[in-house]
Nanobody
Framework: QVQLVESGGGLVQPGGSLRLSCVASGFTLEDYGTGWFRQKPGKEREAVSC????????EYLDSVKGRVAIYRDNAKNAVNLDLDDLKPDDAGVYYC???????????????????????WGQGTQVTVSS
């Protein structure tokens, strides 16, 4: 079974931090670029970050630069997303997904990443509220 499962979401106060994890099963996640996305209430899904494969490349949405870090934990067949200094506008359901085809570099977050997705996870809820 080919799956991605997100975890780590929850309720956090503004300025707080969370670590989200995307764990793959049925395939080797490090063979694929991996993106993190979020869907804010009432908004379309948007790309937040993407990490490449062997080139260690990373990309971030402008609004989260400096507050987000994406990195691989290959021992767990996972890609994590560290969220720092969270703001109410960061709230939403966060999803991870693979970039197709295998070893494709991360494309533009703003225009192309959503068009080359292979496998989606089911999402994890991030709530930012005081």
């Amino acid at each position: 079974q080919v799956q991605l499962v997100e975890s780590g979401g929850g309720l956090v106060q503004p300025g707080g931090s969370l670590r989200l994890s995307c764990v793959a099963s049925g395939f080797t996640l490090e063979d694929y670029g991996t993106g993190w996305f979020r869907q804010k209430p009432g908004k379309e899904r948007e790309a937040v970050s993407c990490i490449g494969t062997t080139d260690f490349s990373t990309e971030y949405l402008d609004s989260v630069k400096g507050r987000v870090a994406i990195y691989r934990d290959n021992a767990k067949n996972a890609v994590n997303l560290d969220l720092d200094d969270l703001k109410p506008d960061d709230a939403g359901v966060y999803y991870c997904a693979t970039v197709m085809p295998r070893r494709r570099p991360c494309p533009s977050l703003e225009s192309d990443l959503l068009r080359v997705i292979g496998v989606w996870g089911q999402g994890t809820q991030v709530t930012v509220s005081s």
